[in-house]
């Protein structure tokens, strides 16, 4: 797997967000996946809780836009982590800083540790 496929899996991702439906989303995650979010307190161990972040996440309409990539691979793992910036449909923007692990089941990359927390300033 190159960088250009990795960095591509960020605008998988990002395209699921757009399709309003939390299980699309969901489904970029592996099943044991760990979901550190962005815009919550609670850490997400299982598709199940995933999926509680996410109804009210795609509920504000948000767009993602990667400012710093820094794409790593290893065998079957891959990590990408950076900055990126949410817009959503009500105006407002947050800078986050963003740590996706992804690891190659045998067919597809799934997601299988995410992190993104808001710059601190």
């Not at 309003?20 to 970029?28: E, F, T, W």
């Amino acid at each position: 797997m190159n960088q250009t496929e990795i960095a591509a899996l960020f605008d998988q991702w990002n395209n699921a967000l757009q399709t309003g439906n939390p299980k699309n989303v969901v489904a970029l995650y592996e099943t044991n996946a760990i979901l550190l979010p962005t815009v919550s307190n609670k850490v997400r161990h299982n598709h199940e809780e995933i999926e509680d972040y996410f109804v009210h996440f795609l509920a504000k309409g948000p767009q993602g836009k990667i400012n710093e990539s820094n794409i790593r691979t290893f065998d079957n793992i891959a990590i990408n982590s950076g900055v990126y910036t949410f817009t959503f449909k009500d105006g407002a923007v947050v800078r986050a800083r963003f740590s996706y692990v992804y690891r190659f089941n045998g067919e597809n990359w799934k997601i299988i540790e995410h992190h993104s927390s808001a710059m601190p300033e």
